[in-house]
């Protein structure tokens, strides 16, 4: 049985970080392209980053560009996303996803992803 929990969220001020961790049981963590989603209140869930199964290969959306860092421990079985310069636009729930690398690139789109943690609350206070 396939596993995803996230950690980390918390409540920030605008300009402050956070460091959200994934980790997932039940699978060949190495095996998996793994992705991070967010959904804001009254809002569809959106891509965020992703990352290839060596972790050599990154792709984020461009409203996080520059600011996120996503990144891998495949010894682990952890994802991480390193959150700098949050902004109030930045609160949402956000998810982890695992996806099969077999055949599936770099991808944001959360209809390519099959399992899903249960995701946790990021606040950013203005």
């Known amino acids: 049985q396939v596993q995803v929990v996230e950690s980390g969220g918390g409540l920030v001020q605008a300009g402050g970080s956070l460091r959200l961790s994934c980790t997932a049981s039940?699978?060949?963590?190495?095996?998996?392209?793994m992705g991070w989603f967010r959904q804001a209140p009254g809002k569809e869930r959106e891509g965020v980053s992703c990352?290839?199964?060596?972790?050599?290969?990154?792709y984020y959306a461009d409203s996080v560009k520059g600011r996120f860092t996503i990144s891998r421990d495949n010894a682990k079985n952890t994802l991480y996303l390193q959150m700098n310069s949050l902004k109030a636009e930045d609160t949402a729930i956000y998810y982890c996803?695992?996806?099969?690398?077999?055949?599936?690139?770099?991808?944001?789109?959360?209809?390519?992803?099959?399992?899903w943690g249960q995701g946790t609350q990021v606040t950013v206070s203005s």
């Open positions: 996803a695992a996806e099969s690398a077999y055949g599936l690139g770099l991808s944001i789109n959360p209809q390519d992803f099959t399992y």
């Open positions: 039940g699978l060949t963590f190495d095996d998996y392209t």
């Open positions: 990352i290839s199964w060596t972790g050599s290969r990154t």
